[in-house]
């Protein structure tokens, strides 16, 4: 089988939150793109965290591991950017291209990328178009990343036809006024971005390059509301993760196996016939969508260390548990990684300044999905506790965590704010 083209469309801080997941929010292509590939109901990104969890995809590690433990843009880096996969597919006779957002690097070209394609700007009205001229020209093989700065704050204005007073805002937050004008919002962005990948799909669906393009269509950690993005919940690690074309992903198929991010490139790798980098941790999804397994993880990690600010977290999850770790001891909740947003400052008011985080954190996802109800102290849970401590520090072992040693240092020069924060009306703007 001559290797496939791949078309990999990314989004930012949409996690579950389109339509194809079961949200009141119409995303017509994205579950027009599900229908016709296998979608995942169970996918985790490897760090809450939007360079973090790119390097986590783009490397098939760890973010400890390729050594992005923060934004690249704040100053954090690869250690070795041969590890991206755009070098890996170079090599193997891929024409790379790129058009709209990274966040890999501090600049596109350290990356590798054969064409960086121009846009008037990193919204999917101007994405979309850049990316279409490049399939124009039909490069085969060809690995075409479409990053679309959508569903990132600041949100469109709600369309006319999306009355606030009529959307549920996400779970971690309450029904309020300000939390349903929040959601309307989020909602108008995330029509702005199912209408740029609609573009995509639908020239290469008219071009004829459907059936030899391995489509992958993700985001990259949980929505910028409070508890979520930056956090080690579901609400934070899950994303959406639709893949539709050759190697099984077809059908319209839901899968329901617990899978990560880091998975993706050694799936790659395997449906083009390339060798699988000693570096690379995941595995591949292939059985899955060949139907000869039904789960090809029995756990998942995830990890923070920088965003805006240093708040070193890491978690392991399995089918039925969450494990959540803190390594530092702040008695308060690390402000500045929670983008400033409407709903940021209702949480203020009502005193979230004062709610101190746990240490440690163990959820029963079976009877507790939202992760509210801590089993750490809890007695009839310890022989899972000592499992799930036991599972954290093996990977952290096993991947060389830097976190082993002590606090891990942000490197010279790179921009790292006060983690402990001010209200959003004394401090600069802080949106990741």
Known sequence: MARPNILYIHS?????????????????????LA???????????????????????LTGQSAHSSGMLGLAHRGFQ????????????????????????????????????????????QRARDVAPAAIEFLKNRPEPFFLSVGCYETHREFDEPWVDEDPR??????????????????????????????G???????LDSRGLAHDTLVICTTDHGISFPGMKCNLTDHGIGVMLIVRGPGGFLGGKVCDAMVSQIDIFPTLCELAGIGKPAWVQGKSMLPLAAGKTD???????????????????RAVRTRRWKYTRRYDDRSGPV?????DNICKGMWLRQGWRQRPPAREQLYDLVFDPNETHNLASDATAAD?????????????????????????PAPKGAKVNDPDGMSPKDTPRVVE
């Open 295 to 313: 789960q090809v993880n029995d756990e998942v990690f995830a990890e923070v260390t920088y965003h805006a600010a240093y708040e070193p977290m």
């Open 197 to 203: 990948v609609g573009q995509v799909l639908q020239y």
């Open 384 to 408: 899972v506790l000592v499992d799930m401590r036991g599972r954290l520090e093996r990977w952290m072992q096993r991947t060389n965590d830097p976190l082993l040693k002590g606090p891990v």
């Open 78 to 121: 690869l250690n070795d950017y041969n590890q991206h996969i755009v070098n890996v597919l170079n090599k193997a006779g891929y024409v790379t291209a790129l058009a709209g957002v990274q966040h890999e690097a501090p600049r596109a070209e350290m990356i590798g990328y054969d064409h960086v394609l121009p846009v008037a700007s």
């Open 35 to 57: 229908e016709q590939g296998v979608l995942f109901r169970q996918a985790f990104c490897g760090g809450p965290t939007c360079s973090p969890s790119r390097a986590c995809l």
């Open 12 to 32: 930012h801080d949409t996690g579950r939150y389109v339509q194809p997941y079961g949200h009141a929010i119409p995303t017509p292509n994205i579950q027009r």
């Open 166 to 195: 009529y959307c549920l805002p996400p779970a971690p937050l309450p029904d309020t006024p300000e939390t349903r004008q929040d959601m309307a919002a989020y909602k108008a962005s995330a029509r702005a971005l199912d209408a």
């Open 335 to 339: 402000l500045p990684n929670c983008d």
